[in-house]
């Protein structure tokens, strides 16, 4: 038995697999951890001119897409990845010959999250509580994975979407959002770091096509401290954070809070800096985690999905754990193709 990787495609819920399978030219999907709605692009060929006439899709439509991978790890057995549910957003023709090219995100077009710019407040409010009402007027069922659920004395809302909101609240806890198969979901990526790698990729193995490594230490910090004022009773508390294997270079991460963490001002006194601790190790997490950066291009892997964590080795000091934040999987007629952006796990922090 041979070894092959195939779409399975559905368009407003029909499966149209085996229709479309002779005028596939390519497939891409682009799945990415977080900030970035997931994309899939579908290139098709169009000489009888039905794609731009009675088969033309319409913008809004729902595509759902896989991909199966037959015999590809162990013969007689097949392997797929859901790559999700996403809404047509953009059609393309070009040529000669003619081809049409079909794109389609991951979040809603019909949905307000990207779109409507909003003004507007929340007083003594949980983040899970902003995301969980946000997700129900954009028809989202909410995935909240965090352990800790940030608590806000006023949040405001001025001239943004509300995807810019979600994704600047959840930045500044250190925490990941995305948008994928009619669910919003805010993750803490430090303890999907935590999780067992889906693969050991090594130096010289055939499936490990090219390879560019980086570190970068502008906006790299050694350290953070953090100094919260309560202007009501004008209590102040100065609290710091230095991990374990901190950069060798770098400066200390000033971070200035006032009533914006209701946590702090209303935690008991003895707790008050180990919880302003924790902020400033939330935030230095999220100055450091681009400082080993990794792009790999390998044959096609199912495996490989944003949010999920590699072991690389034999690359010396880049050697160790790194977490998928974009995984694009590309099919066409050369084969199966995966490529992954990585950064390496954080220890310590």
Excluded at 204 to 209: S, T
Excluded at 234 to 243: D, L, M, N, R, V
Aim: glycine letters at 6%; aromatic letters at 8%; one cysteine or more.
């Amino acid at each position: 038995m041979s070894r092959q990787a195939r779409l399975y495609i559905e368009y407003e819920g029909e499966d149209i697999s085996a229709d479309i399978s002779s005028s596939i030219l390519s497939f891409s999907y682009t799945d990415n951890a977080s900030g970035k709605a997931d994309e899939i692009q579908l290139r098709l060929e169009d000489v009888k001119g039905l794609w731009k006439g009675l088969l033309y899709p319409k913008k809004g439509s729902a595509i759902k897409a896989s991909i199966i991978a037959d015999n590809w790890d162990t013969t007689g057995y097949s392997e797929s990845l859901p790559c999700g549910l996403f809404e047509i957003d953009e059609i393309q023709l070009s040529g000669p010959p003619d081809i049409v090219e079909i794109k389609a995100v991951s979040i809603p077009i019909s949905s307000n999250l990207r779109g409507e710019k909003k003004t507007r407040a929340w007083e003594t409010i949980r983040l899970s509580k902003i995301a969980s009402e946000i997700a129900a007027k954009s028809g989202l069922k909410l995935i909240f994975d965090c352990d800790e659920d940030p608590m806000y004395d006023r949040v405001e809302q001025v001239k943004q979407n509300d995807l810019e909101l979600l994704f600047k609240l959840c930045t500044d806890a250190g925490l990941a959002i995305k948008v994928a198969n009619k669910k919003l979901i805010i993750f803490d990526e430090e303890k999907y770091e935590a999780k067992n790698a889906v693969r050991k990729i090594i130096k010289g193995e055939a499936d490990l096509l090219s390879y560019s490594f980086s570190t970068s230490s502008r906006d790299v910090y050694k350290s953070a401290e953090i100094n919260y004022h309560d202007p009501e009773t004008g209590e102040k508390i100065k609290a710091s954070f230095t991990p374990k294997n901190s950069p060798k270079v770098g400066q200390t991460l000033k971070i200035n809070e006032s009533s914006n963490f209701a946590e702090i001002k209303k935690s008991p006194k003895g707790a008050k800096a180990t919880l302003a601790i924790k902020k400033a190790k939330k935030r230095l997490r999220e100055k450091n985690k681009n400082e080993f950066k990794v792009n790999l291009r390998l044959v096609g892997d199912i495996k490989l999905c944003a949010g999920s964590v590699v072991e690389i080795e034999g690359f010396g000091i880049f050697d160790g754990k790194y977490f998928i934040e974009t995984a694009v999987h590309n099919l066409d007629s050369s084969g199966y193709i995966t490529e992954i952006e990585v950064r390496k796990t954080l220890e310590g922090y």
